[in-house]
């Protein structure tokens, strides 16, 4: 038994919730109001006999003791399964004595942190100091920031002086290592410590999750240098791990499915004040592969660059637009798998002084924004004189090839051709030509990378399992290998599907964004749809309980930017769950090997290899999407049969919840009909 199923047996939901929620007994079930949402009627039930909750109201979903835990405290599952495991007497192995001491040592440098950035802001709001005073008025007048901005984005003021912060955070208990450690201190050659941001507007930078990890400096006077000063390289502070502000735009860029992305941190601060929610800053002079990941195809399907119209934004501009080729290339076709689009600010202006003047012209802007073909052809040929010569025109065409074919579809792609070759003077012929080249050269880069990922020898595991000869790696690091089409191993067939939609998400985790983009088409912005029955891929879609809970950390892991997703989650599982996890990213070949004899495993291996060169390797987003509609349908069938069952015991419940009944089960009814429907569709696709 598992430490999950072991707190579970030990642990009665009615028992627990009723701690918190006046359950009252409702024939098998108990009902109240939901703890979640305000409401009158009671749409809030908890089945003993299956140890489920389920709110029939505004929000809409259930699950298991340990979801409703993570619900009501705000945990992770980690910490939930912590808790849970001292309320049982269960116990959870612990971390390793290191791993506990650099815990504590990160938890320690992020107080620091985040009280800096609170002693910056009470610096700037303090009546008392003239100077501060004057860096309000600033702020205020010539920055045009209200005060409902200042607070929001916790801008602050560094005073002039060598050692206030220093001063103020030892008298609080820190050390000097602590404050050099963090960046907010300097330790000169000579080995004095004096603090690093001095007479500075202060902007603090915070992680995806909201979390302070260090600090944007703009100097106040005209002789400090430099201007901009950030936080430097920290063991929280990674700026190009980092985009300025999302941890407050993620909602409106999930809604909108569009990030706009400026140079400058007031860039950003001034999109907010005006009501463009869905705008974050770059770190840096450019945008760099971790950065994009952060939001695409994560959350955005367009990503529109508003970067400086100047010679140095053109250049950042195109280093970006280089990264995103490389970056966001999807692996079937090598096509770009989000929009990406260039907004050029008029009068070499920036977005600050723009939307500070004119807030109703940047949505126009946004909407007139360039397709990256225009903008390159346009950028690249401007300074072109008319009598350049062929070879002049051909290595340009060649520059900027690689830009236009990364199209997202073969229309487009012929249409940025033409484009170019009527700028160039040059033969549609031979760009065609010369794209095929290209392409050619860049499935082959692709093929390289991916083979010498696969060829990376496993590192050994420090454990097995008793009935297996071999085991897969300890490594959280090391990239899983490619799975194999077979059937599950040692596992009933209703739990085959999520496993094997588990292993896909593990191998390819941004994969989970394509599924929820699909179940998002199928509602067509149905609010109710959207929220029910075609929310986005959670633990819910799972009924085994090691799925659920390792479902649930993976989509924490999703929402940190500090660790890769199999890093994070080895910290956050104990050895049971990790175990299980490692035989999931095995393969179904890996667990068939040791039951193999006289060599059979290379035989069946070289006809694995063999039919995929026959049949092809499938498409991962439509393997993907397929096996997440099929698992979501056994979902939504699981609790209509649920529901079914909850509706006998529901005579003495009021009418509204009989009507929560009700229009839940239509709306099952009406997802299942799309999903059926999707489902059926993406089979022709591949008959076809």
């Not at 602590?178 to 004095?192: C, E, H, S, W, Y």
């Not at 992680?207 to 260090?214: N, W």
């Not at 950390?553 to 890769?564: I, P, S, W, Y």
Request: hydrophobic share 40%; glycine share 6%.
């Amino acid at each position: 038994m598992s430490v999950v199923d072991d707190i579970k047996s030990r642990l009665d939901i009615v028992e627990y919730i009723s701690r918190t929620v006046p359950l009252k007994r409702a024939g098998r079930s108990y009902k109240a109001c939901c703890p979640f949402h305000s409401e009158r009627t009671p749409s809030f039930v908890v089945d003993p006999n299956r140890q489920t909750w389920r709110c029939f109201g505004a929000c809409s979903t259930g699950g298991d003791v340990f979801s409703f835990a993570m619900r009501q405290n705000g945990w992770t599952f980690a910490e939930a399964l912590q808790e849970l495991g001292k309320l049982t007497g269960v116990e959870v192995r612990p971390r390793s004595p290191e791993q506990q001491a650099q815990d504590e040592v990160i938890d320690r440098l992020r107080g620091l942190v985040k009280a800096a950035a609170e002693f910056y802001h009470e610096q700037l709001l303090d009546p008392r100091d003239s100077e501060a005073k004057r860096t309000l008025d600033y702020v205020r007048q010539k920055r045009g920031l209200n005060d409902e901005t200042i607070q929001r984005f916790m801008i602050g003021y560094a005073p002039p002086g060598w050692s206030t912060a220093l001063e103020t955070f030892t008298t609080l208990g820190y050390d000097e290592e602590d404050l050099v450690t963090t960046g907010l201190a300097i330790r000169n050659d000579a080995g004095r410590v004096y603090d690093r941001f001095r007479n500075r507007l202060m902007i603090p930078i915070r992680d995806g999750r909201g979390r302070t990890v260090g600090f944007g400096a703009r100097a106040l006077a005209a002789e400090d240098n430099p201007k901009y000063l950030n936080s430097p390289q920290t063991t929280l502070f990674d700026k190009s791990h980092l985009l300025f502000g999302l941890d407050l735009a993620g909602p409106a860029i999930r809604e909108q499915e569009t990030v706009v992305i400026v140079e400058g941190y007031l860039d950003a601060i001034q999109a907010h004040q005006a009501g463009y929610t869905n705008v974050v800053a770059q770190m840096g002079t450019a945008l760099t592969e971790t950065q994009l990941k952060l939001v695409a195809p994560r959350w955005a399907t367009k990503i529109i660059l508003a970067l400086d119209s100047d010679a140095a934004g053109q250049s950042a501009t195109r280093r970006s637009l280089e990264v995103a080729r490389e970056t966001l290339q999807a692996d079937y076709g090598g096509r770009l798998s989000v929009d990406i689009r260039i907004l050029t600010v008029p009068d070499a202006k920036d977005p600050d002084d723009l939307i500070r003047e004119h807030p109703e012209q940047w949505e126009t802007l946004i909407a007139q924004a360039e397709p990256v073909a225009d903008y390159v052809i346009g950028m690249e040929t401007a300074e072109l004189s008319p009598q350049a010569s062929l070879q002049e025109r051909a290595t340009l065409a060649r520059r900027v090839l690689p830009l236009l074919i990364a199209s997202e579809s073969n229309l487009y792609r012929k249409d940025n051709l033409q484009k170019l070759a009527l700028k160039l003077h040059i033969s549609e012929r031979d760009l065609l030509a010369w794209a095929d080249e290209q392409q050619a050269i860049d499935a082959l880069k692709s093929r390289r990378r991916e083979e010498t990922r696969q060829e990376m020898p496993p590192e050994p595991a420090p454990f097995a399992p008793d009935d297996m000869d071999w085991v897969p790696t300890d490594d959280p690091y090391a990239a899983p290998r490619p799975a194999q089409t077979f059937p599950s191993v040692g596992r009933s067939p209703e739990n085959a599907l999520e496993r094997d939609c588990l292993r896909l998400l593990l191998y390819q985790p941004d994969l989970i964004f394509d599924i929820n983009r699909k179940f998002r088409e199928l509602a067509k912005n149905d609010r109710a749809l959207l929220a029910g029955p075609l929310n986005d891929l959670n633990l819910d879609d799972f009924s085994r309980t090691e799925y659920r809970a390792l479902a649930g950390v993976f989509n924490e892991a999703l929402e940190q930017d500090e660790l890769e997703i199999l890093a994070y989650m080895r910290g956050q599982l104990d050895g049971d769950l990790w175990r299980e996890l490692e035989e999931i990213i095995a393969g179904d070949l890996e667990l068939l090997r040791p039951r193999l004899r006289h060599g059979l495993s290379i035989d069946l291996e070289t006809v694995v290899q063999a039919a995929q060169r026959t049949h092809g390797v499938p498409d991962p987003i439509m393997q993907a999407t397929e096996k997440a509609l099929r698992l979501r349908s056994q979902r939504l069938l699981r609790e209509r049969q649920e529901l079914q069952y909850l509706q006998m015991d529901a005579a003495e419940f009021e009418n509204e919840v009989e009507e929560n009944y009700d229009s839940y089960i239509m709306l099952s009814t009406m997802a299942q009909r799309l999903i059926d429907a999707a489902l059926r569709e993406q089979n022709r696709v591949k008959r076809s």
